[in-house]
């Protein structure tokens, strides 16, 4: 069974940092663009970046270029969403998503993990 | 890097069939076939629905269609049924390399 576990998230000042983690388990993580996409309270769903399986290719929404950092280790299972400089509008449960190996759909998805972004 | 465009709500009665419409651009709906269809209960994960703009997954009901023609995409809901009672978004592949939602659509069942 294909699981996603997102940890990190929690209450941090405007412009301080919070690293994301997000464990993998159930599939060959290695083999899978994985993504971030987070939901601000009451608000849609926004896809923030994807990363490639060998971690060679990234990509961002351009509300969090220069801010945000994905990356992945494969040895771990796990994919990260550094986040640095952080504003009150990057305020989201933010999920961590697995692509479709043969398209660009997300069939597994976590449970979200909260950060807020206050003083 | 602007949202698909969605009704911000619909509804309809159990029963009945509803369509809920996913207008882009060619630079993403209508350059691919790469749109995809979740829904979302209240304080869950979106679940996949619909992907590759006609396809449903295994385990989802045959009630759930998609289709697409030029720059808009649909999802239709036929026979409704209480819990379809959720928000539903697209998402689309864009020749940017980037993923985007639509901004989502409220289904109510009356």
């Known amino acids: 069974e294909v699981q996603l576990v997102e940890s990190g998230g929690g209450l941090v000042q405007p412009g301080g940092s919070l690293r994301l983690s997000c464990a993998a388990s159930g599939f060959t993580f290695s083999s899978y663009w994985m993504s971030w996409v987070r939901q601000a309270p009451g608000k849609g769903l926004e896809w923030v970046a994807n990363i490639k399986q060998d971690g060679s290719e990234k990509y961002y929404v351009d509300s969090v270029k220069g801010r945000f950092t994905i990356s992945r280790d494969n040895a771990k299972n796990s994919l990260y969403l550094q986040m640095n400089s952080l504003r009150a509008e990057d305020t989201a449960v933010y999920y961590c998503a697995r692509r479709s190996s043969t398209s660009c759909y997300y069939g597994s998805w976590g449970q979200g993990t909260l950060v807020t972004v206050s003083s | 890097q602007s949202a698909l465009t969605q009704p911000a709500s619909v509804s309809g009665s159990p029963g009945q069939s509803i369509t809920i419409s996913c207008t882009g651009t060619s630079s993403d709906v209508g350059g691919y076939n790469y749109v995809s269809w979740y829904q979302q209960h209240p304080g869950k994960a979106p679940k996949l629905m619909i992907y590759?703009?006609?396809n449903r997954p295994s385990g989802v009901s045959n009630r759930f269609s998609g289709s697409k023609s030029g720059n808009t995409a649909s999802l239709t809901i036929s026979g409704l049924q209480a819990e379809d009672e959720a928000d539903y978004y697209c998402s689309s592949y864009t020749s940017s390399s980037t993923q985007v939602f639509g901004g989502g659509t409220k289904l109510t069942v009356l």
């Open positions: 590759d703009v006609s």
